[in-house]
């Protein structure tokens, strides 16, 4: 077979199977399928590039992420699935991209240029044959007019009732000509012919690193002619002096401030803490910590400008070096307290989704600032924060795709010490497979009920376990019924235990 055909029949082929697998269905062990396909055409197509560890681990998250959408079928695997499609795409494609921000700006440079590399195909293949000459002719003067005309025309015909009624019969006769054609499925074959497009060509554009790949801190020394030097050095030297001191009047200050409210913290949020009568745990935790986080970034983002450049060569800069490691100290200390007012919250209240996502947040912070200080002591660049931190957020999500975090807010809140505090209506929002659990254990959530009764300000609605129940197998007889519109493609094991426990398989 010519090699000029493989290319068109494998997108061909490719095409096909992804509206087998994806028209009409959701996500599931579909995409897991069309992932190893996308990789397989990737790797025959061009020649592959796994020759560094970012390319090994991002096919390893692509391959691992996917079988979690099977086993967990969670929204985080999903997300980071496509993420690492995203990152693997363009490190198979081309080698030397060192982080994830590079790979992900790659992708979507790549993707943007598609409908640029297709014309432009078009054009060079119209010159050889006569007959696709016609036919681009055709879309240049024709083609692009027509599109602007459909465009207007729906905006106005939108805009205008008047114009709507008087253009009807033609839209009717249009709809009715094209009635066996389906708008929606000609935009869902075109988006799955863009993902297919991307793995199988090569890339349109060789992607440049966003930033300078130097993990070091580079003295940048500039040369004068002679009579300008001592000048220019001087001047230099005055404008360094400057930021040092205005550096160091800034972190002292904020140093001292921040001592305060971590001793503070020290000896409320660390030591004993309880909730006192009437005290707004729910402000305390959320409006504060949002505050706090705001203030740990901002705290990096000062610690960045000051140590980016020439201050870090300052030949008396000790003070401000010392200053800035305190600085980042106390800020991985209030991290930890950001940290402590989530426990005391979960301790309270039982765990939530928004609460998880507060604690993997703030481990990424944390690492974060270990690896500012790193930064200050060694005289790193912002490169080498860039690279390391995006690297350990992606990992830290791979990482979250593993478990079904719904089944353990459920055992957790379950099984909680104070079920007079934990939020009863939120079972009904979770994920409707997680119900065989919750009905298991109504007589759990039955004396949780009788727990909230008993406080002096009742703040949940679901207080009748008869009504309950009914409310949760309402919906999950609902989603039970819209599965059965799904095919074998959308399979993952979740859907599979909630079908078994209501017997159905």
Known sequence: MKTSLLKPILTIAALLLFNLLFWGEKMGINLFLFSLSLLALSCVSNPIKLKNKESLFAAGSYLITGAMIVLNNTGISVFTHVLSFMFLIVYLKQGGLKTIYDGLIGFLKSYVSLPIKWWNGLAKNSEKHPALARIFK????????????????????????KFEILTQDFTGFLTDLFEGLSFSRIIFLLFGFSFISLAISSIYKKIEPCFAENNELIRKKKTYNRLAQRFQRESLLKNLLNEYRVGILILAALNVLLLIVNIIDLSWVYIGFEVPEDFNLKQFVHEGTYLLILSILLSIGIVLYFFRGSLNFYPKNKALFILGKVWIVQNAFLTISVFMRNFHYINYHGLASKRIGMIAFLIMTFFGLLTLVYKV?????????????????????????????DRIIVSNNLAHHNPAEIDIDHYLELDPRISPLILSNLDAIEMQMKAHQLNRKVWVNSLDIDLFKVRLLKKTKLYLKRQKSHSWASWNMQDKRLRDSFGLN
């Open 138 to 161: 055709f879309l240049k003067l024709a083609g692009i007019p027509l599109l602007v005309f459909i465009i207007f025309f729906q905006i106005y015909r939108g805009a205008n009732p």
């Open 377 to 405: 002591n060694n005289k790193k660049s912002s490169y080498f924060l860039l690279r390391v931190n995006t690297w350990f957020i992606f990992l830290s999500l791979v990482c979250l795709s593993f478990f079904n975090w």
